[in-house]
């Protein structure tokens, strides 16, 4: 059974629906991302989710809790990321952990969470004297305060250097290895790639897809492409007689080879049948943002 469902969601604002009819449903233990363009609707959605704003229709179930009606309920198993404006400058680390604790009725050992997430060091450490990365570390601390069954982390590396990016996305990993569903907004190509086991896309306020990302990637093109050199002449007709090629281009020295099935093993078997020896060979792999751009007309990043 699923552990969010969330059925034709609409949010409108000033009668302009920004979440138009999404449905999705994440699977417990599942790393689920919302993945989309700055505007799509991500945050909309996933504030519904967390009982933060009120739908204009549809309907939404958090471990079979309504977020509207059972607001007190959904504190108790949903934790979600506390806006940077929401802790008080001096509040020290420490200080935070053990007054957030306090809100929960069976909360997880915050010393443990806090070694988990490396700020023990950090405990008598000014809030505003912590660098962005500690920033998010203490934010995710706080999500997991309540020993929630389901976790909400929003754009949880934007302004990160690309070390503290792979620090969290390792940190993410580990939560989930805890049990716990994490429900991840993000417009990061590479990081809903490499932590999603699924994802819904938005795109201005309605879902386009829902896959895993080598799902997303296989629906839109199962056709490869291949770039190699031949040292010598080669007629095109040794390529385009098999059955795996659909065409041959030439850029420069470079053949350009697209095709189905074995393609690699197919082009590289009839060169060697005419003794012809490859170089540079490249395979050209369709990647996410290519589903994407397939998906919507549009880059993510535009
Ligand atoms: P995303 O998270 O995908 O960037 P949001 O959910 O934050 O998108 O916003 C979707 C759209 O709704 C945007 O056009 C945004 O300007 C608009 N919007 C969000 N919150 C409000 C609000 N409180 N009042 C009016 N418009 C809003």
Known sequence: MAIIEVDSLVKRYG??????????????????????????????????????????????RVCGLDPQRDDGELRQVLGGQLQESELPDKLKVGEALQLYSSFYRDPADWRELAEILTLDGKLGTQFRRLSGGQKQRLSIALALLGNPKVAVLDELTTGLDPQARRDVWALVERIRARGVTILLVTHFMEEAERLCDRMAIIDAGQVVAVDSPAGLVSRIDDRQRIRFRVPGPLDDAVLTGLPEVAAVERAGSQLVVTGTGNLLLAVTAALARHQLTVADLRVDQTTLDDAFVALTGRSIES
């Not at 996933?46 to 704003?53: D, F, I, W």
């Open 15 to 60: 009668g302009q629906a920004v979440v138009n009819g999404v449905s999705f449903a994440v699977e417990p233990g599942e790393i689920f991302g919302i993945l989309g363009p700055n505007g799509a609707g991500k945050t909309t959605t996933v504030e519904c989710v967390e009982g933060l704003r009120k739908p204009d229709g549809g309907a939404i």
